[in-house]
């Protein structure tokens, strides 16, 4: 595995540096590899026979990072904060006030959008075209619509308490085929380490789509 990452990298960095002739496109995609190269090595790993487009891996925090301070509820087993019994949680919940943005973490195209008063409440499910998908839940407000072509970055809707929710946050899944991930599997396999690496990964795509 280690091989592999080295050869990644190399390549990446090979490219970069002495193919004049591949397109805009491409010298952006092999700076992003360099740049992220450190944190994404674990994505990298998992992902690199999935895509070799990194913008449809959903690595971006759905919520800026200047406002993610906290993760409320982790993927798995839990007491649910509303029903008060032992209920599987098939995503995380990320602490967030009202109308806080919330972002596609990767690009895809707007596969559902449903508004409802229980449950989920008003989300969105973005189809990454790779086998990802990734559900946003208890949004305030949704500014996109179904078969809508979403960036990784897109603001999408804001963040709110519709549903079964006790306090204002983000539900976000990962689905990964027919069954649900962690998503902090896909960033770390150390729970204390996600939101730096969130912050890492925001900095060096907006540093990346800042000078290139």
Known sequence: MKKLLLVFFLLSFHFLSYAPNISIEERKQNILRCNLFKDISYIVSKDFNRTKDIKRIPILSPIDTTNLQKINSYYGNR???FLGIKKYHHGIDIDSKINNPVMATATGYIEEVQYKKHGYGNYIIINHGNGYKTRYAHLNK???QKNDIVNQGSIIGYSGKSGMATG?????????G???IDPISIITSNKSEYIPKLK?????????????
């Open 79 to 81: 007491k649910h904060p």
């Open 142 to 144: 949704i500014i996109v």
């Open 168 to 176: 204002p946050h983000l539900h976000y899944e990962i689905i990964d």
């Open 178 to 180: 027919d069954n649900t």
């Open 200 to 212: 890492n990964i925001q900095k060096y795509i907006d540093l990346y789509n800042a000078i290139v």
